[in-house]
């Protein structure tokens, strides 16, 4: 099984900043795609950051420029960096980790419980 935990959620104001970690754990083989995605109060979930193992990231457009996705393959660590923040961006920030098990090389698509993101004055 692969764990994937976040952390890092919470309140800010407008035009502040939050830096979003996610770690995988357990019977990793090796590391695939790691992302970042967001669901807001009645609204689908939706894709924000996604870097591959080789570091090449893909961002939505509403936040390009605003938010970086960088990671640390040693870590199996994910980190999302948000600046510039809106009231839009308030939702739950979930982690998806893919990749290849340990023991029998078959992949796996994980994903995390998910932390608060809310942007308000």
């Known amino acids: 099984q692969v764990q994937v935990v976040e952390s890092g959620g919470g309140l800010v104001q407008p035009g502040g900043s939050l830096r979003l970690s996610c770690a995988a754990s357990?019977?990793?083989?090796?590391?695939?795609?790691m992302g970042w995605y967001r669901q807001a109060p009645g609204k689908q979930r939706e894709l924000v950051a996604t870097s591959s193992f080789s570091g090449l990231t893909n961002y939505a457009n509403s936040v390009t420029g605003r938010f970086t996705i960088s990671r640390d393959n040693a870590l199996n660590t994910v980190y999302l960096r948000m600046n510039s923040l809106k009231p839009q961006d308030t939702a739950v920030y979930s982690c998806n980790a893919k990749g290849w098990y340990e023991s029998t090389g078959s992949p796996f698509n994980s994903w995390g419980q998910g932390t608060q993101v809310t942007v308000s004055s």
């Open positions: 357990g019977s990793i083989g090796s590391m695939g795609t």
